[in-house]
Nanobody, 126 residues
Framework: QVQLVESGGGSVQAGDSLTLSCVASGRTFYGYVMAWFRQAPGQRREFVAGITWAASRTRYADSVKDRFTISRNDANNTLFLEMNALKPEDTAYYYC???????????????????WGQGTRVTVSA
């Protein structure tokens, strides 16, 4: 089982940028689909972005498209989420997730993912 640890969260102003990182240990990234989800207080966990093995395919939620970029460094077992033009509605805990399923397109369903990090908090003030 892979273990995931996120970092990079913080408190910023609207319009600022942040980059989240997720480091995997226990097993390598090899073959895993990786994704970022987020959960705001009182809300359901929602898909933010996903990336297939070797970064061959990415997928984004409409709410973050053109503002967020997901990437991965498989040599270092690290996943990234670059977040630009942050908005107050982006405030949430952000979670890294891994899916061992061999798939051509990252799933948007949280139930698909086998492993989760503990989350990192992002707060965006107006």
């Amino acid at each position: 089982q892979v273990q995931l640890v996120e970092s990079g969260g913080g408190s910023v102003q609207a319009g600022d940028s942040l980059t989240l990182s997720c480091v995997a240990s226990g097993r390598t990234f090899y073959g895993y689909v990786m994704a970022w989800f987020r959960q705001a207080p009182g809300q359901r966990r929602e898909f933010v972005a996903g990336i297939t093995w070797a970064a061959s395919r990415t997928r984004y939620a409409d709410s973050v498209k053109d503002r967020f970029t997901i990437s991965r460094n498989d040599a270092n077992n690290t996943l990234f989420l670059e977040m630009n033009a942050l908005k107050p509605e982006d405030t949430a805990y952000y979670y890294c997730a891994a899916d061992r399923t061999l798939t051509a397109v990252p799933s948007i369903r949280a139930s698909t993912y086998d492993a989760w990090g503990q989350g990192t908090r992002v707060t965006v003030s107006a």
